[in-house]
């Protein structure tokens, strides 16, 4: 399925502000941040510009592949945080969770979907004009749809989270994932 420019050109914008607000300093979090955030507070900017370059352009085999490692490495991660005992209260721990299963929805696209590990087809076409939904088996849609679905939900809840009363966001932490989270669901959805 060809995805036109404008969508892609608003998916780079969608990721670039995630990835920039998750860098930017967040007022009252400098001090307390144990190493182990900063950790996963590092992850998010790769995975936005993993995202942005996944959108545009067909990584070689070798990439791909260092890629879903990274993110694999990421998802051991934040499961190995968010177990008891390893100092972090329970809230912190689901969110663990959540960003486990984005890493595993990276690891999807960029190995199970049509074209992940593939050269771009022709020039200027990029990585989505060679996932066509329809070469897809049921069950690797059903996957598909199961991850854009949990994205598309988890970026509404950490929306909610991250609007305060009236204009105001209160958490841009959580706006950022929630960016990123609705960009996720777009990419997969656009890529069945």
Known sequence: MAVPLAARWLL???????????????????GDAR??????????????????????RSEPAAAVWFQAALFGCAALWFVLASLPGSGRPPRLGLTGLHHALTAGAMIWMLTA?????KPSPSPGHGAMAAMPGADMPTPDLAISFLFAAYCAVAALSLLAQAIGPGPRVKDPAAASQA???AG??????AML
Do not use: K, Y
């Open 113 to 117: 979907m049509p074209g992940g590990a």
């Open 12 to 30: 780079t914008a969608v990721f670039a502000a995630a990835g920039l607000a998750a860098v930017l300093p967040q007022p009252g979090r400098a």
């Open 184 to 189: 996720m669901a777009a990419m997969l959805l």
């Open 35 to 56: 190493p182990a955030d900063r950790v996963s507070a590092a992850l998010c900017p790769v995975m936005c510009a993993a995202l942005t370059a996944m959108t545009w």
């Open 179 to 181: 960016t990123m989270n």
